[in-house]
């Protein structure tokens, strides 16, 4: 399970469940546990504004350098 925070101003965003490694593309909605972004028009944002990604059918793309993770990878 990793944590998924903005990098403008650190707040938490996604719990999310990583299966590999590698970088994060995507996020799976099955695979989310916890979500504290904000979504508007199609795309997510942190509450600060910061640019975090965009709606997809299943997923969210993510905007690579706008957000920090830490934990485990499964």
Not at 22 to 47: N, Q
Not at 48 to 66: A, D, H, P, S, T
């Amino acid at each position: 399970m990793i944590t998924i925070k903005c990098a403008k101003c650190g707040d938490k965003l996604l719990r999310y469940k990583k299966i590999g490694k590698g970088k994060i593309l995507r996020c799976y909605f099955d695979r989310i546990f916890e979500d504290k972004t904000v979504k508007k028009d199609g795309k997510v944002y942190c509450k600060c504004g910061n640019f975090i990604g965009v709606y997809e059918k299943n997923y969210i793309k993510m905007r690579q350098k706008n957000f920090t993770f830490s934990g485990k990878f499964d």
